[in-house]
Each structure stands twice: as C-alpha cells, then as structure tokens.
C-alpha cells in the first residue's frame, strides 16, 4: 500500500539525553569516532541497522530504552564528555583564529559554492568524487577554524542505489529523502515563519525555494529546496536529483545554486548576524552564475551602490575564486546561448543585468570555439580574478585547455594557478591507525600535521603488521557481507551461497580499485589479458586478491558494459574467492575499504585524473599506491613510496596502448608488488613493505591531507582575494578607478609598441658572469611609464627561435620623449650556459591585477 502522506514524528528525548539531540544535529559525529561510540551505546543493534544514522537511530529507539539511559550514570557521563568535547570544538580558538590573533590578515568569512557534498553517508547529496572534495574541504575547514559557509541544493532523491541484475548488469533505485528524517534544520524568521528566496522564471510564477542549515561542525552549509507548497509540481522538481535530465532542467538548477545562493547567503546573514563573506569560491563551473547576482546586487539591486557593471565586474572578480576540475573538453558544463538568454532576459532571473554582457561572459570568443553556445567554465575565469586546477598536472592541462582566453600568453603564464586536493583525514583514516600514531605520543589534534605522521615511523614493524592484518580481515567479513546480499538479490538461494564464506582470505595481498565507471577511468584494464590475471590470482605461493567497486553513471550503458565485464569474470568459480565486485560505492562502503587494502590501484587513461583522491585515503590509512602517473600521483609519488605504472604516452592506437600498459601493470605486480609483500622475516613480517608502509604514511601523511590543501586556499587565494576585494569595495573607489583603467589600456593598446632594443656589454664570445646590458625604446601612446611593465624575457632559445625556461626582469624607466615614446634600461648578468635568447615586451601594470597576463594583453617586437 502506499501512503498519501508521509511524515517523521521527530523524538522527544528525556531531560538528561537531551545532548544526544546537540551531538545528532552537528555532522561531526560524522568523524569522531568518540561520539559514535555514544550513539552505539544508545543501542547497538539500531545503530547498525539505521546505517549509523543518529537521527534514525532516536526516531526509532523506544521510550523504554531512554528512560532506562536517563538513569544510567555511567552513560550519562560518557554523554556529558561527548557533548563537553563538541562544545570545545565549536567554541575554541583553532588554527585561524591563532593565525589571526598572531596579526595576520584573512577574511572575515567565505562563502563556499558547490553542486554537492558528500559528507556523510546519511545525507547522500554527491555523485563521486567532487562531492566528496567538497565535504572534506567543509570538514577541514571547521577543523583549522576557517570562516567558510557552504553553499548548495537539497536534492529530494539522493545518491543512486546501485544493485546487479542476475546478469551483472547495474540497476539502479532512487532513495526518496525525507527531510525530517536528516540531519539538517530549517532557516527561520525571527517571527517563525520559513525563510524562502524566489528567482524570477520566463514561463510562469516564480520559482521558491525554502533553504536548508546543515551543521558540519564549525560550517554552516545552506541547502536550498524547491519542493515546497506554492510552487507548481514542475518547479517543485526542479531540486528532484543531482545533474537531473534536459539542459533546461540543469540550468535551473545552476539558476538556483548561483543566483539563488547568493540570496540564500543574504538572508542568512541577516537573520542570523554571520559576518557577510568577503570572497567567494564557485567549485567547478555550476555554481558560476553566483558572480552575475552579485553583479545585480552592485549595479541594480534596491538599497544597493548603483555601480556600472563594469564597475560591478570588478569587484565581484576580485572577490572571487574559480576552481576547475575537468581535464577533458567534453566535460564542461555548456548550455545553448539561446536557453541561457531566454532565462536571463529582461524580467528573467537578474533583471537589469544587461544579456548581452551577461552572454559575452560566457561566449567562447575564440579559436576553434563555438558560438551557439554558453559555457559555464569560461564564465567562471572571466567572474573570477583567482582560478586554480587541482593538482600540478592539471593545473598545466587546464593552462593549455583555456589559453584560448589569454591568447597573447605561453601557456606557462596563463593565469590558472594549481592547488592540489586533499583528503579529511578523520573522516577516512581507521581509528587503529590514528591509535597506532598516537601510541608513539602524537598528537591527532596538533596543528603540526608533520610531527602526528613522522611518529608512524616510530611503530614497531610487528604492531603496525597486525593492525593492517586486524584492517584487512574487516574487509574481508564486509566483503562477504554485502557479496551474500548481493547474490540474494541477483536471486540465488542461500543453499547456493556456501562459497561466499571463504571469498576472500585475511592473509592475501588485497588490491582496492574503487571509482565511477567513466571510461578514462578503464575499470576493465586489469582483466586485458584474462588468463595473465587468473595465474596472478592463483598463484600458489603469492597469490593477490581484488576488491572492486564503481558505479555507472544511470544513463551510461558504456559504463555500464564495463561493470558488467568485470561482474561475469568474478562470476567465475574457479576466481571468485580472489575478485570480487562489491554493488553499491559509496561513502559506508568506501570508509572500512581503504584501510583494508595493502595497494590501491589507478589506471586511468593520462591526463584525464584531474586530481583523484582515492589513493590519498588508501596512503593515510597505510596502503601503497600502484598508479599511472596522473592526477596527484605524477607530483608525490617518489620511487619509494608505491609504483608507478609506466604509460604508453603518445601511442595513438588506443587498443595498443591498453594492452602496453595492462602488461606494465602485470609485470609490476607479479615481479615487484607481490614478491615484497610475501617476503617477510621469522616473525612473519615483511619488512620491506613496512618500510614502504612507514614511508608512504610519513612522507605523505602531511601532503595528502584536506587540512593542508584549506590552508593553501586561504594563504594562495582567498587572503589575496579578501585584500583586493577590500580594496575596491570599501568606497567602491577602487573599483570605478579600476574599471576606468582597464578601459582606457585596452582603447590605448594598439598605440603601445616596441620600436627598437640594443644591448650591450656582450661581445663575440659571451661568459657566464657576463653583464648584458638592455635598451628598449617603447612607444606608449597615452598611458605612461608607470602604467606598463616592460619587461625583458629571457631563456634558453630552440632551434626555431622559441625561448623556453623563461623568466623575467622588468626593465625601468629612464627617458621619455616627444610622442610618448620612452626608454627602459636593465642589466642581466648571465648565469647558465648554453643557448640563450632574449625579447622584450610590454604588459598592462596595476597592483590590483593579480597576474600580468589579467588582461590577455601584451605587445612584444
Ligand atoms: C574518495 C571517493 C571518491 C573519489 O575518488 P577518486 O579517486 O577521485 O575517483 C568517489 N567516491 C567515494 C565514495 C569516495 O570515497
């Protein structure tokens, strides 16, 4: 039967367990093991049941049981040390709050935009891996104290479920999420009321939303909703599921999160005094239409400063922080210009912001570019005066992919800088490694994140061999688990199912490879050569197990092939105790998967990684890397710390260069990973790969972490961003001056030239040691000396008169002439040897540009 209504009766708790209702409304839980623990004493057999949900776990304890907790002294004690232990951890001074005590500037607040977060495995609002990021940068962050406020869409339907038919082939169900039954309140008027924001649409009534507050320790995240009474069935969908269906319904999706999110923000601040953000990060081009309502507020908005948009743009770009983290052209969001004029014309979604600006922002205005369409990516580097990709790699891929916005410029300074991801370590370590580090005497909260992971050197081989042995075998049981309920549900009887108890052995090699079955990501490159897989699975004296997971993308039937591929092998009863493909990926099963592996393996086609952060939750949790150099493994990876599986880069036929690299992955497994881990002393240790073990874990211990990779955001791009940002917006002052300069050095451009440079000081034979002296003699039309940089370029120059290993000196002036024209002097002592060239150039100079080629302007001889 179905219900016509349904609802959550939310619990009344007695007096003395009211903490528990504090400890269940703030997602820390979420990554502290301590308070898990109380919820588990709550009543264990819930706890597993509701999926280790608090708020499951109290909507569906009785009233017997608490009353029975509020007598129990002992449990009311460990509660108070809970709760005592949260309050200290929303209140106290963490690493931003010293920073600043110590004099050093950062901004008041950040608001943090992002299409998903993958949090906790009760609030399943991801699809993979940016989700996932976005959650761990929200946990870090409450974790150093950072002021972030995230923001995002509440979707009705959460996270597919994935199940395998009797075939193999991935279905897929759709949990409905019930509100009442998360973790997350609703925002209020100080009179009670719900607080909406609404979007003007082009084909009916506005579109309202009603908005979220998730509490994920110190951070508020804003989820805005539109399923609510008074908007029309077909808005009302419009938050029905992640990246749901036609374009359309994509752009009002990304129409809520920008726009709408930006007035989600706004209302917040007011009703709850929040210092309002003075930087903004759009994660991944979806949220980028944030930049285009804060242009309406600037330029049109009632009770706002009436700027130029112009003006407007400036500000908002130097208040704004775009991060990529698409490596393939095909993977950019874009919309048809047409759609995107239709819901941003006159009484659209920001009326008074001109259309035509608003499209040039997202026009691909050059070479090979497509003018029908609106590309969100393109408008976050023009919203954005600060633009990162997310490991070094791709920060390079990103620079040559966009270059055709800064065309003037070498790739190496087109201004996309690169920070890369990182993992929350609370959230994916294993409790016994954290325990293990911390019986050395470190310390789990330190800021000195060196220090907590150089003690991992200090464990004996013996104790750090048993807890990975203690991780693997609870992968093991896990994996028979959810392989028996699988195989129940592909139908088979559980007379059949005698097999799956001895799947998998404790004592085996184990090999993770988890990840979405996109197909750069070559789910099935493993299985190339079948019969090299089965000895290497069988082998007598070191054999290797596989534990697989991934999920297809619903409407992929390539992706969806691939599963099904590598389902029908591991169906083979003659290797299916040693592979095995676990349904379901998600974040409850990936938490005891990586501390349960001893390699974890990548073998995506390069460079589509943009990052990856598997691996990094596999490294902390003591697992070895056996990766293709790509993503964040081409930058840390060091020879000792895991492998590297050597690439067929530049063999066009794909089909070869899968075979190539699947027998490097073979060969290395067979002659380096296994060998190792079975060649262990009397003890039964195997010493050299816990020397591999320590090393991963102290060397990339302190890299991998989300801690670390918030700390670079906010000294590399968030603290210049709230600087600049103050400076313009203070008066606006700042801004109007800006605007105009730009104007004026663009419509003066094409007087600027290079006429004439000389050099001297280097004769016939020139010497390391040697001084060269530079004249240039530029031309400026009507902008002065001050105005530009001038600057000598030197390096060392290829055969075909290309200077590569740049760098650069700026040149001064020294004379100006009639006609604005001027001479720039500067001397360079040469200091390498080998071909050498130079040039000179000219480019746009202001302190308030944050990189030279900001204007995509230069002037060269
Ligand atoms: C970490 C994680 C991802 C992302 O991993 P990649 O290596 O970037 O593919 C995806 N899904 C889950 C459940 C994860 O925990």
Redesign the pocket.
């Known amino acids: 039967m179905r219900a016509i209504r349904r609802f959550t009766v939310r619990p009344v708790l007695p007096p003395p367990l009211a903490a528990l209702g504090d400890l269940a409304g703030n997602l820390r839980w979420s990554w502290h093991p301590e308070t898990q623990d109380v919820f588990a004493d709550v009543d264990a057999e819930l706890w597993e049941s509701t999926g280790r949900d608090p708020v499951g776990l109290l909507g569906a304890v009785g009233r017997q049981r608490l009353e029975q907790l509020a007598g129990d002294e002992a449990f009311l004690a460990r509660l108070r040390a809970a709760h005592a232990d949260l309050e200290r951890y929303l209140t106290g001074d963490r690493w931003y709050q010293r920073r600043r005590a110590a004099g050093v500037d950062g901004p008041e607040a950040i608001a943090y935009f992002s299409p998903e977060f993958?949090i906790t495995a009760v609030l399943p609002q991801y699809s993979?891996?940016l989700g996932?990021l976005a959650g761990d940068h929200l946990k870090a962050a409450s974790d150093l104290g950072v002021p972030i406020v995230g923001v995002g869409l509440l979707y009705r339907h959460g996270y597919f479920k994935q199940s395998l038919s009797r075939e193999g082939w991935q279905q897929e169900t759709y949990p409905v999420l019930d509100p009442d039954g998360l973790p997350i309140s609703l925002l209020r008027e100080p009179n009670g009321e719900r607080a909406t924001i609404s979007i003007a649409l082009p084909d009916g009534p506005e579109l309202l939303a009603r908005i979220w507050v998730v509490s994920v320790g110190r951070v508020p995240l804003l989820m805005l909703d539109t399923d609510i009474e008074g908007n029309p069935d077909h808005y009302r969908d419009v938050t029905d599921r992640l990246y749901g269906g036609t374009s359309e319904h994509r752009l009002r999706q990304e129409l809520l999160l920008g726009v709408g999110g930006v007035r989600a923000l706004r209302v917040y601040t007011r009703i709850t005094g929040h210092p309002a953000p003075e930087v903004f990060h759009t994660n991944e081009g979806h949220a980028g239409f944030l930049g285009v309502e804060r242009i309406r507020e600037l330029t049109v908005a009632e009770g706002g400063p009436r700027l130029d948009f112009d003006t407007a743009l400036e500000v908002g770009r130097a208040s704004t922080v775009f991060t990529t983290h698409t490596p393939v052209p095909a993977g950019i969001d874009r919309f048809p210009r047409t759609l995107v004029e239709q819901y941003f014309s006159d009484a659209g979604a920001t009326p008074g912001v001109p259309v035509d600006r608003l499209l040039a922002l997202g026009a691909e205005d050059y070479d090979g570019g497509d003018p029908g369409v609106f590309n969100m990516a393109v408008m976050g580097f023009r919203l954005a005066q600060r633009a990162n990709g997310v490991s070094r790699l791709h920060g390079h891929v990103s620079r040559g992919m966009f270059s055709g916005l800064w065309p003037a410029f070498d790739e190496a300074e087109v201004p996309i800088t690169s920070i890369t991801n990182g993992?929350h370590a609370p959230t994916w370590v294993g409790r016994e490694v954290i325990a293990l580090a911390a019986s050395q005497g470190a310390d789990p909260d330190s800021d000195d994140t060196d220090a907590f992971w150089a003690a991992a050197d200090k464990v004996p081989g013996s104790e750090m061999w048993a807890v990975k042995r203690q991780l693997r075998e609870r992968l093991v049981q896990e994996a028979r688990r959810r392989l028996a309920r699988s195989w129940e549900k592909r139908g088979s009887a559980r007379a059949e199912l005698g097999w799956i108890e001895s799947a998998l052995d404790p004592d085996v090699l184990t090999i993770g490879f988890?990840?979405?079955a996109a197909s750069y990501?070559r789910l099935t490159l493993m299985m190339r050569d079948p019969e090299r897989l089965k000895s290497l699975l069988l082998h007598p004296e070191r054999p290797v197990q596989l534990v697989i997971a991934g999920k297809a993308h619903p409407a992929d039937d390539g992706g969806k092939k691939l599963i099904q591929d590598i389902v029908r092998l591991s169906d083979d009863p003659a290797i299916r105790h040693r592979i095995v493909f676990l349904p379901n990926?998600?974040?409850a099963?990936?938490q005891p998967l990586y501390p349960g592996c001893d390699v974890w393996l990548?073998n995506p086609l390069r460079p589509y990684e943009a990052?990856?952060?598997?691996?990094m939750?596999a490294a902390l949790n003591g697992g070895l890397n056996l990766s293709v150099l790509d993503g964040w493994w081409d930058e840390w990876y060091d020879g000792d710390n895991g492998w590297a599986i050597p690439t067929a880069d530049g063999v066009e036929d794909v089909d070869h260069r899968d075979d190539l690299e699947a027998a490097a992955l073979y060969d290395l497994i067979e002659n380096e990973v296994a060998p190792r881990f079975y060649d262990v002393d009397a003890d039964g240790v195997p010493t050299r790969w816990i020397e591999m073990v320590r090393h991963t874990l102290k060397s990339l211990g302190p890299k991998v972490l989300a801690t670390r990779m918030v700390s670079d955001y906010v000294r590399q791009l968030y603290t210049p961003a709230a600087t600049t940002g103050r400076r313009l917006n203070s008066d606006y002052a700042g801004a109007v001056e800006l605007a105009a300069w730009k104007r004026r050095v663009r419509a003066g451009w094409p007087g600027v030239r290079v006429e004439h440079v000389e050099s001297s000081g280097v004769g016939d034979a020139p010497e390391v040691g040697d001084t060269m002296s530079v004249r240039a003699f530029v031309a400026l039309g009507d902008l002065t000396p001050g105005e530009v940089d001038v600057q000598l370029v030197h390096g060392r120059s290829t055969g075909e008169d290309d200077l590569v290993d740049t760098a650069l000196e700026s040149l001064h002036p020294v004379e100006s002439y009639e006609g604005g024209r001027h001479r720039f002097d500067g001397d360079l002592v040469l200091d390498r040897s080998g071909s050498f060239g130079y040039t000179v150039r000219v480019v746009p100079r202001n302190d308030l540009l944050a990189t030279p080629a900001e204007l995509g302007i230069v002037a060269l001889p």
């Open positions: 993958g993979g891996g996932i993992v988890a990840r979405r990501k990926y998600d974040i099963m990936a990548n990052c990856g952060t598997s691996g939750k």
